[in-house]
């Protein structure tokens, strides 16, 4: 199988961009480095696990600072590292299950071998951040009417900040055989980069604006990418306001699935409250452009919305308002639809374990197999070290899509997707990890007469994960 040459582009810009932003803050004067410890470098693998609950460890991490307003999620902050520096390392998974991608079930059990490199690399100057975490590799496949192939996985975040201004470019991307939607169980498998404390933190894009991949039925690998840019700019001690804009795609490389193009703009106010409370409103238009269809879709949202931020212990995010929807292609003899949207980010540290939960209630783009679909999505994960070396996560996730109308075919149907599971982990010596977990996928199709590639009648795939991650120890960018 042939890697789609967009694939590689994502990669160069990544690189390009963290080798500009080098040089541009190579002749930037920094402040003289504090002295460090004797044999001290930055913070090893088990330098900041949940046990280190000290106030030495709470100081080393910086709070968000993002705007509440913001196509991003809301994160508890991110470690304050003593040194840039990068981090290559390797990594086997590898999944089986009873059911292969998007077909039925035939008794059987097929093997997915993932073989891949893992890179993370952490870059600050005094005015800026560049984080990256990528992995790549290829997999071999015994399923039958599936080639072996290649995946990849990308999360860059660049951030610049002056007195009043603050920029950031963030990138997603993921090359994948099936959809993210569940991935990898909750292993290393599913995250890029080399995972643990030495992952650099890179805030995730938020959910309605990446195109959402949550039906199981689509058909062959798919690839999506989405790039973030947003700039804000402090009115006052206490008020901002946020501009930014995103595109995004989904594409698939075989015929039967629909790929897509979406489009955001978005403007916000943002108003801090106190140290951990912030609200804001903002206004965002979402457009959705299909290949070989004639049908657009334009979304605009008014939405206000609530954050509390703890560094270190607790992030919470609440917004809603009106969805005010226009259709190419008139739906239901309906041009324009007014309905509501909201959702709630949740996201917590405590002592031996961490965990998050996400919902939402929007238009998506339809996950490849409808054209625009209504989707409640959510999300859940937790974990907690059990002793100094085992830990135990458990995840969940379960999205809804209804069609926007009676839509021929596959597109007729609606889908209600559920993987849910659990598994451990431990580190087999100071630079190797172990994971392994089990996933129950569930596709319920209704009404299950529909006969257009991707439409399958309702399964339950179980998935067994287990993935073997190395990393050398980080090398320092003077």
């Known amino acids: 199988m042939i890697v789609p040459k967009q694939n590689w582009g994502i990669v160069l810009g990544a690189l390009v961009l963290f080798l500009t932003a080098k040089a541009m803050f190579a002749q930037e004067p920094e402040p003289p480095p504090e002295p460090k410890p004797a044999g001290r470098g930055i913070p090893a693998m088990d330098d900041l696990t949940p046990q280190d609950q000290t106030q030495d460890a709470l100081d080393r991490w910086n709070p968000d600072t993002m705007p509440v307003t913001g196509l991003q999620s809301p994160t508890l902050g991110n470690p304050e590292y003593r040194h840039s520096y990068w981090v290559p390392g390797f990594q086997y998974g590898s999944t089986i299950q009873n059911v292969p991608y998007g077909g039925a079930n035939s008794g059987n059990w097929y093997v997915n071998n993932y073989f891949g490199a893992n890179l993370s690399v952490l870059q600050e100057w005094s005015r800026s951040q560049f984080a990256l975490n990528y992995s790549a590799g290829g997999f071999a496949t015994n399923q039958p009417g599936q080639d072996d192939g290649?995946?990849?996985?990308?999360?860059?975040?660049?951030?610049?900040?002056?007195?009043?201004w603050q920029m950031q470019i963030l990138d997603q991307f993921a090359y994948l055989p099936e959809t993210q939607f569940g991935f990898g169980g909750g292993t290393g498998l599913g995250v890029p980069g080399i995972g643990g404390p030495l992952g650099p933190g890179v805030p995730g894009i938020g959910g309605s604006v990446?195109?959402?991949?949550?039906?199981?039925?689509?058909?062959?690998?798919?690839?999506?990418n989405s790039i973030v840019t947003q700039l804000t700019y402090q009115t006052s001690p206490r008020g901002s306001i946020t501009v930014g804009g995103s595109y995004g795609l989904l594409r698939f490389t075989e015929a039967g699935n629909v790929d897509m193009d979406s489009y955001t703009g978005n403007v916000g106010y943002n108003y801090q409250l106190s140290k951990e409370d912030s609200i804001g409103a903002y206004y965002r238009f979402i457009a959705f452009h299909y290949h070989d269809d004639p049908q657009a879709i334009g979304d605009q949202l008014v939405n206000a919305v609530y954050s509390h931020k703890i560094t270190k212990r607790?992030?919470?995010?609440?917004?809603?308002?009106?969805?005010?929807?226009?259709y190419r292609v008139p739906v239901g003899n309906q041009s324009r639809t007014v309905a509501g949207n909201g959702g709630v980010n949740l996201t917590s540290m405590f002592h031996n374990g961490s965990a998050s939960v996400g919902y939402f209630h929007a238009l998506s783009g339809g996950s490849g197999v409808l054209i625009g679909s209504s989707v409640d999505q959510v999300n859940a994960t937790a974990g907690r070290r059990l002793t100094r070396v085992w830990g135990v996560h458990g995840n969940f996730g379960f999205a809804r899509n209804h069609p926007l109308a009676n839509q021929a075919g596959a597109q007729g149907s609606n889908y209600n997707s559920i993987y849910v599971g659990g598994g451990f982990d431990r580190p087999i010596s100071r630079n190797v990890n172990f994971s392994l977990a089990?996933?129950?996928?569930?596709?319920?199709?209704?009404?299950t007469v529909c006969t257009a590639p991707g439409c399958n009648t309702s399964y339950t795939q179980n998935v067994i994960t287990l993935n073997f991650q190395w990393h050398t120890r980080p090398f320092v960018i003077q």
């Open 210 to 224: 990446t195109p959402n991949q949550s039906i199981f039925a689509a058909v062959g690998p798919q690839y999506n």
């Open 438 to 447: 089990y996933t129950a996928q569930i596709q319920q199709v209704s009404p």
């Open 314 to 326: 607790l992030a919470l995010q609440v917004f809603g308002g009106p969805e005010i929807t226009n």
């Open 150 to 164: 290649w995946y990849q996985q990308l999360a860059l975040a660049q951030t610049f900040t002056w007195r009043r």
